[in-house]
């Protein structure tokens, strides 16, 4: 019966995207298969499937973890066009991986063409509380910047190994996506063009 | 103002102080209304016109080059009426609505370059105050103007003629029009404005579409069957509140007529044929300051070219023109057009623009003065075309005064055209006494025009590298068989180098290679490298930033460190079926082909790269994570190969496993 459902909701395509080595595949290897993963292996593209129910309500989720490298950026444009969500992973460790937060959200804003889409962005690894260099007012502070205009947007500190809050962003990340849907996101305005010259 | 508005002037005491300027004027009409509306505009963006330079260039002719006065904001948009009546003379530049985006942006640009330009106009930055629902940013600009009646007939920008009430009435040129703007719209738009100003969505498109007029005479005294045709006009660009290029385009035929003492090419080509001789059918293309005749639609090239700004247009169709013109109804007969050879347009002093704009198309321009008669089909289309490049023109020269000897009409005559505008200024500024022009017009080039210039001009990168202007930088995106034949060295300096410092760090470190450097710091060191040739890299710089800049420095290499058909012979024999060793020692053979620059390069690399999977153990980077890593570094597809891009992943996986192979085989492969 549940797999009849199953089968019948369309799957969600969401995509987790972050710098690289910055815990995106531990992260979505924790929420799909709830176990933390010790290897260090760097991903090139990955995909998952699964299926919950959130807030009463089937969802298949079709996960795609990417690779965070730059030697693999060809790559990015295409897995963002085809995304409805995205999952955006920095590490709270690592302050490179915090600085392409933003360029990353904008990226998606533009191959989306639009001003709002649903996006979470995890500070990752915050069981490493001693090597943390990425304040939590710091992140919040970013993503109020993008809620200004991109009411999808939200904040949230997970921890792979200790499964903390990793159900939780995938789940708050679908709730944005019906929202986002509810409100007739998708018909939304185009971001105006530049017409410059 | 050709509408015989009887209402015209109606709407204007209203509002406004007797004195005020610009009483029948479209912008006045619009400030009426932004100010009548309750909330009035919603968006104000104020500008002092000292800083303004291109932006508005309404400032460069204003009688004294006033300061910018620092004049708090608030208080102006309060107290706007009155200084409108009394000291300032404000332009409301309204933006259309929807298009607010657009506009901000491109005023930001504006201001960028502004602020660019000096530092008084730093602290002045137009903002943006959200106060309406109806969001409609409006871009004022306080004038300040020495008599409180008239603005000086100088003004760039503004036409001062006459107006019915015997003020002088100004038109604003190059007015905001919109998006997609368009300009010359009759006066039905005015009426609308002055009649509902309280209905912002209606106003808003009204606003949009911005009278003008052809008539200088008072309207009062327009008899209604002079009432024009309404011409449209394209125009694609308002830059703060002015249009910047035009552009139109259709099928002409033109003719050319023998000019009197013109020598050259040109007047060659045109005594050929008979005076009646044959009109020429050509693809009209009015673009910004440039007039282009095209053979057919098609053609890349035109046959001719023709400066706006040096072209005189003769609306009544020029009575020494071969074919008897029907004189009494110009508006049917050819329009006329009269180049002035040595572009500079009227005066010499055209504001930026000369025949060179064109760039490469600089010897399509005619020599010699060259008189022409255009024919259109469509009985609109003369009308509409004689507007465009006036308005072109203007744009261009961004004079509004032009003396010529056109000029000369009777106001009669110039009723249907708009060449008697000049004429009619005339008679303005001899009742005001004239206005020096404190700024020399090419400061009043707008930003727009300047870009445009700018990018007319560049010449393409090709041409700078054949020239040699453009080179590889030498390290960085260079060949390794140029950095190698220039330092004389067998593998690349910089990369022996990074290598050194990496291993100086420790090769221990977790995620080496596979963790990214800061980008910023990363460029840092590429300029480092690029332009000293004696750099440090085994201090200061941290171990990600070194692996990153060793990763960048074999991505951007001109041809990948292991060329694609070498690649493609390795991946044969690491696939084939042969005995292991027979299968490493074809592959070291293939190797030994490399080019020595790469071949040393990559014995430099792997030996590095062994020693990093030698403490796996440590940094977590396995064989198969450093050959992951490493692989995008070192082969990609040859541009134009398609299937590289398509199946990216599974090659990836692919090339990787044939990385990692030689990483494993290194002390083999390398051997010699």
């Not at chain 1, 995207?17 to 290897?29: H, N, P």
């Not at chain 2, 082909?593 to 062994?610: E, I, K």
Request: proline share 7%.
């Amino acid at each position: 019966m549940s797999k009849s459902v199953s089968k019948s909701v369309k799957p969600i395509k969401i995509v987790v995207i972050g710098s690289g080595g910055v815990g995106k595949s531990a992260l979505t290897l924790q929420f799909s298969k709830s176990k933390f993963f010790l290897d260090y292996d760097p991903t090139i593209e990955d995909s998952f499937s699964k299926s919950c129910y959130i807030d009463n309500e089937m969802a298949r989720l079709d996960i795609l973890d990417t690779a965070g490298q730059e030697e693999f950026t060809s790559m990015r444009e295409q897995y963002m066009r085809l995304g409805q969500a995205f999952l955006v992973v920095f590490s709270v460790t690592d302050r490179k991986g915090f600085e392409e937060v933003d360029s990353l959200i904008q990226l998606i804003y533009r191959v989306k063409d639009r001003e709002a889409f649903p996006i979470m962005v995890a500070g990752n690894k915050i069981d490493l509380q001693n090597d943390r260099c990425i304040d939590q007012s710091l992140a919040q502070e970013l993503v109020q910047r993008h809620q200004e205009f991109n009411p999808y947007c939200a904040y949230i500190e997970t921890s792979a190994k200790t499964r903390l809050n990793v159900d939780l962003v995938f789940h708050d990340l679908v709730r944005l996506l019906r929202l986002y849907n509810a409100k007739g996101g998708s018909k939304q305005a185009k971001k105006s063009k530049c017409s410059l010259l | 103002m050709s509408t015989p508005t009887t209402e015209k002037s109606a709407p204007t005491p209203r509002t406004r102080p007797q004195a005020a300027a610009g009483s029948g004027s479209a912008v006045s009409r619009m400030t009426q209304l932004l100010e009548t509306r309750a909330g009035g505009a919603s968006a104000i963006i104020e500008l002092d016109e000292a800083g303004q330079g291109g932006e508005s260039p309404d400032a460069g002719g204003s009688p004294t080059p006033a300061k910018p006065r620092p004049a708090p904001r608030k208080q102006q948009s309060e107290g706007a009426k009155q200084q409108q009546g009394s000291k300032h003379t404000s332009l409301h530049h309204t933006v259309a609505g929807g298009s607010s985006m657009d506009s901000g942006f491109l005023r930001q640009l504006e201001n960028s370059i502004k602020t660019q330009r000096g530092p008084e106009t730093n602290n002045r930055k137009p903002q943006l105050v959200k106060s309406d629902l109806n969001w409609r940013p409006t871009l004022r600009c306080a004038i300040p103007a020495t008599s409180s009646a008239t603005l000086p007939p100088g003004l760039p920008g503004w036409r001062v003629e006459e107006g019915g009430s015997g003020e002088p009435r100004k038109f604003l040129f190059g007015e905001p029009s919109m998006n997609m703007g368009f300009l010359a719209q009759g006066q039905q738009s005015q009426a609308l404005l002055s009649q509902q100003p309280s209905s912002s969505a209606k106003s808003a498109a009204v606003i949009a579409e911005l009278e003008r007029s052809a008539e200088p005479a008072a309207p009062a005294q327009t008899p209604e069957s002079q009432q024009p045709q309404r011409p449209k006009l394209e125009i694609s660009l308002p830059v703060g509140g002015r249009l910047q290029e035009t552009r139109k385009e259709s099928p002409v035929k033109a003719l050319r007529l023998p000019t009197a003492g013109a020598g050259g090419k040109e007047s060659k080509k045109s005594s050929a044929k008979s005076p009646s001789g044959k009109r020429q059918a050509y693809h009209l293309v009015l673009t910004g300051p440039d007039l282009l005749f095209y053979r057919s639609r098609s053609d890349k090239r035109p046959e001719l070219a023709l400066a706006v700004a040096a072209v005189e247009v003769d609306p009544s169709g020029g009575p020494p023109a071969p074919p008897p013109l029907p004189s009494d109804d110009p508006s049917t007969g050819p329009l006329r057009l009269r180049y002035v050879a040595g572009g500079g347009g009227v005066g010499g002093d055209s504001a930026g623009y000369d025949s060179s704009s064109l760039g490469r198309h600089a010897d399509l321009y005619p020599s010699a003065d060259c008189d022409m008669l255009l024919y259109w089909d469509e009985p609109g289309a003369r009308k509409q075309w004689s507007l465009a490049l006036e308005y072109a023109k203007d744009l261009a020269t961004k004079r509004m005064y032009q003396p010529s000897s056109q000029q000369q009409q009777t106001p009669q005559q110039s009723a249907s055209s708009h060449s008697g505008w000049g004429k009619q200024q005339q008679q303005q500024q001899s009742q005001t006494p004239p206005q020096p022009q404190p700024r020399d017009s090419k400061q009043r080039v707008s930003i727009a025009q300047r870009l445009n210039d700018f990018f007319r001009r560049r010449p393409a990168l090709d041409e700078l590298e054949k020239k040699g202007i453009v080179r590889n930088e030498p390290v960085f995106g260079s060949t390794l068989r140029q950095i190698c034949a220039h330092e004389r060295s067998d593998a690349p300096r910089f990369l022996s180098r990074c290598i050194e410092a990496i291993e100086g760090h420790g090769l221990e470190t977790e995620g080496i290679y596979r963790l990214g450097g800061n980008a910023a710091t990363v460029q840092k060191l590429r300029l480092l490298v690029d332009q000293t040739e004696d750099y440090d890299l085994t201090t200061g710089w941290d171990i990600f930033v070194l692996t990153s800049a060793l990763k960048t420095f074999l991505r951007e290499l001109r041809e990948p460190l292991i060329p694609s058909a070498t690649f493609q012979l390795i991946t044969e024999h690491y696939q084939s079926s042969a005995k292991p060793s027979a299968k490493r020692e074809s592959i070291r053979q293939v190797l030994r082909t490399l080019p020595p620059a790469h071949y040393n390069t990559l014995r430099l690399l792997f030996h590095h790269l062994t020693r990093v999977v030698q403490c796996s153990e440590r940094n977590q980077m396995s064989s198969q994570n450093v050959a992951l890593m490493m692989g995008p570094n070192l082969v990609w597809p040859a541009s134009g190969d398609a299937d590289g891009g398509l199946c990216l992943t599974s090659n990836l996986m692919f090339q990787n496993q044939v990385v990692e192979y030689i990483l494993l085989e290194t002390e083999f492969l390398f051997t010699d």
